[in-house]
């Protein structure tokens, strides 16, 4: 079975800095995918990052960034020049590719950042 | 704009009514799901769908049902709820091929008294 792991209930950083939250993964599968979604006070999720596993470079888009470690089985998120705009529940989660009928993802227990000035 | 419509964004209901969520999404995907979000506990997946007619269970599957009779709807159904089904549900819709990123819809905050 696969398993998500976020040992970050909540975190702070200031304005401005750059602040990075832990995910670590379980699987015995070769081939998946890693995922981070934002979930604001809305509520509505929203997709942020992507990681191959067979991806040779770490994600990037924007000012987020993936810390891929595959050997540790770790891919933390990292947010540069942190936005007031950014605080949010933020969740880790993963896909096991070839699961037959569908992929599904696997949610980690999230981190909640909040952005102080 | 692409979307994931799910019917109410609050309901209260009493135990032992049967409740039914549903989820309407305008991209074509193959595959649906319901999760379920608690605090602490993340998303936990309750049902999924690759295909109209077919339902898979996920890993919280009891006390719930699921129906999709045609590809863009996917419904939720709790027989008889109970308080302990008092949650935040997310519907999500994904491609079958490629990154099977997940869209979402609003959520629905359900409170069973």
């Known amino acids: 079975a696969q398993k998500i792991t976020q040992t970050q209930p909540g975190m702070f950083v200031q304005e401005k800095e750059a602040v990075t939250l832990d995910c670590t993964y379980d699987?015995?599968?070769?081939?998946?995918?890693l995922f981070w979604y934002k979930q604001p006070s809305s509520g509505e999720m929203i997709f942020l990052i992507y990681?191959?596993?067979?991806?040779?470079q770490n994600a990037t888009e924007g000012r987020y960034s993936l810390n891929f470690q595959k050997a540790r089985k770790s891919a933390n998120l990292v947010i540069s020049a942190s936005q007031l705009g950014d605080s949010a529940m933020y969740f880790c989660?993963?896909?096991?590719?070839?699961?037959?009928?569908?992929?599904?993802?696997?949610f980690g227990t999230g981190t909640r950042l909040q952005v102080t000035l | 704009d692409v979307k994931v419509t799910q019917s109410s964004r609050y309901l209260v209901k009493r135990t032992g009514e049967k409740v039914f969520l549903e989820c309407v999404q305008d991209?074509?995907?193959?595959?649906m799901f319901w999760y379920r979000q608690d605090p602490g506990l993340g998303l936990r997946l309750i049902y999924f769908?690759?295909?109209?007619?077919?339902?898979e269970k996920g890993d919280i599957p009891e006390g719930y049902s699921v129906s999709r009779e045609k590809k863009e709807r996917f419904s939720l159904i709790l027989e008889s709820a109970s308080t302990n089904q008092t949650s935040m549900y997310l519907c999500?819709?994904?491609?079958?091929?490629?990154?099977?990123?997940?869209?979402f819809g609003s959520g629905t905050q359900l409170s069973v008294l």
């Open positions: 990681q191959g596993s067979y991806d040779q």
């Open positions: 991209m074509d995907h193959e595959n």
């Open positions: 989660a993963m896909r096991v590719i070839n699961t037959g009928t569908a992929s599904k993802l696997t």
């Open positions: 699987t015995s599968d070769p081939s998946y995918g």
């Open positions: 769908s690759y295909d109209v007619k077919m339902k």
């Open positions: 999500a819709s994904s491609r079958r091929q490629g990154r099977n990123k997940l869209f």
